[in-house]
């Protein structure tokens, strides 16, 4: 009888190339834009004669910052969209008819909505301020746009989890009934385990989206990174400064965004045979 060691052997050989494949180039090519941006921001000042250098790195702190604006966002975006979204995803498979088909129109409607229209409806929409009480508080633009995108999160996140459910073999569930679980059991201990693995690659890939999404907020007046570079553009009124923070602005969502996309494809291919 074959050795189960031996069997497994090849399979966890491929998965670590596989896993060294895609890990290696994300990891250089991050590499090499921090290497650049760092070049380019610290050393490059240390020329007295070059006064754009000297712009960017008085600039740079409020860079930063933008852009953890636009990460405070995409992570609250993509959490309230998650959370909605595994309730209206689980919504469309219910047994009621006019209950799965309102849940479809939800889907329909809002995944197909550009994202910049459903800033500017989440941004008109909701009130400037609240009112409790006797007191008033007020209710932030950036908190409109993470409303605002979590929109369409939902909707894509719905139709994640209903393809995940769809796709799974409908023996798993004729072996669940076989041990003698409940519908709800067979979710718990059955089906959901295997439908997180299926989910996680396009809710991350989802998640990157929504991330370049936030790029958006600049135009309702979030203080997010677009909005600063604007903001320095306009103040420096050098056309070499401009052409250099917007190529920063890129440089920081590329090195943000693109690990996430490399990790997506590698659980995609790890997982694409369970």
């Known amino acids: 009888m074959a050795d189960n060691s031996e069997l497994t052997a090849p399979i966890a050989l491929a998965s670590g190339r596989t896993l060294r494949s895609i890990t290696l180039p994300a990891i250089t090519a991050v590499a090499l ?3 650049l ?3 380019v921001l ?3 000042p240390a020329w007295q004669g070059w006064p754009l250098a000297a712009h960017l790195q008085r600039w740079l702190p409020a860079l930063l910052w933008g852009m953890l604006a636009n990460i405070q966002i995409s992570v609250l975006a993509i959490a309230i969209g998650t959370v909605a979204g595994l309730f209206v995803g689980a919504l469309q498979l219910s047994p009621l008819a006019p209950v799965a088909r309102l849940a479809r129109w ?3 409607v809002f995944r197909n909505a550009p994202m910049l229209i459903l800033i500017y409806f989440s941004t008109y929409v909701f009130p400037f301020e609240l009112h409790l009480g006797s007191h008033y508080v007020a209710f932030p633009d950036w908190i409109k746009v993470t409303l605002g995108l979590a929109l369409p999160a939902s909707a894509n996140v719905a139709e994640i989890f209903r393809g995940a459910i769809g796709s799974i073999p409908s023996a798993q569930w004729e072996a669940a009934a076989l041990l003698g679980l409940r519908r709800s059991q067979a979710y718990r201990w059955v089906i ?3 439908c997180l693995r299926r989910m996680l690659p396009p809710w991350m890939n989802l998640y990157a989206t929504i991330t370049m999404g936030t790029a958006l907020a600049s135009l309702v007046g979030v203080k997010d990174l677009l909005d600063t570079a604007q903001i320095a553009s306009s103040t420096v009124n050098r ?3 401009t052409v250099a923070v917007y190529f920063l602005t890129l440089l920081m969502f590329f090195l943000y965004c693109y690990p996430i996309s490399r990790l ?11």
């Open 33 to 35: 834009a921090a290497l």
């Open 37 to 39: 941006a760092l070049t």
């Open 42 to 44: 610290w050393l490059i």
């Open 106 to 108: 939800y889907v329909q």
């Open 192 to 194: 959901l385990p295997q």
């Open 239 to 241: 056309v070499d400064f």
């Open 264 to 274: 997506t494809q590698y659980l995609e291919k790890k997982h694409a045979f369970h």
